[in-house]
């Protein structure tokens, strides 16, 4: 099992809400900029959404904004992305990335592919007309 584990994808119609959950198994979980990237077929990857685990700062694509809610929940060492009034164009692979963030400022949690060390195996969301 990896660092990272991710769940929660699947296919939903236009409208339609879902919640991805990624598991981390490494590092204090407080202590972590945790982000969710997407990568639909022929384009190029997206970075969604980040949070710093350690206050619960959170950034938002504009994409994204008012549709999508980045969580934690420290006990069970897992951030989630909530998902509501899906489109056709946020069908993708959904990958949980993290790095970690000790003594980093929070403002420096974005989700900029090149920051992050580790990456989940991926969850496919397909979201239809």
């Known amino acids: 099992q990896g660092a990272l584990v991710e769940s929660g994808g699947g296919s939903v119609q236009a409208g339609g809400s879902l919640t991805l959950s990624c598991a981390a198994s490494?590092?204090?979980?407080?202590?972590?900029?945790m982000a969710w990237f997407r990568q639909a077929p022929g384009k190029e990857r997206e970075g969604v959404a980040a949070i710093y685990t350690a206050r619960g700062n959170t950034y938002y694509a504009d994409f994204v904004k008012g549709r999508f809610t980045i969580s934690q929940d420290n006990a069970k060492k897992t951030v989630y992305l909530q998902m509501i009034s899906l489109k056709p164009e946020d069908t993708a692979m959904y990958s949980c990335?993290?790095?970690?963030?000790?003594?980093?400022?929070?403002?420096?949690?974005?989700?900029?592919?090149?920051?992050?060390?580790?990456w989940g195996q991926g969850t496919q969301v397909t979201v239809s007309s």
């Open positions: 990335a993290l790095y970690r963030a000790f003594g980093r400022s929070p403002e420096a949690c974005r989700p900029r592919y090149s920051d992050f060390t580790y």
């Open positions: 490494i590092y204090p979980f407080s202590t972590n900029c």
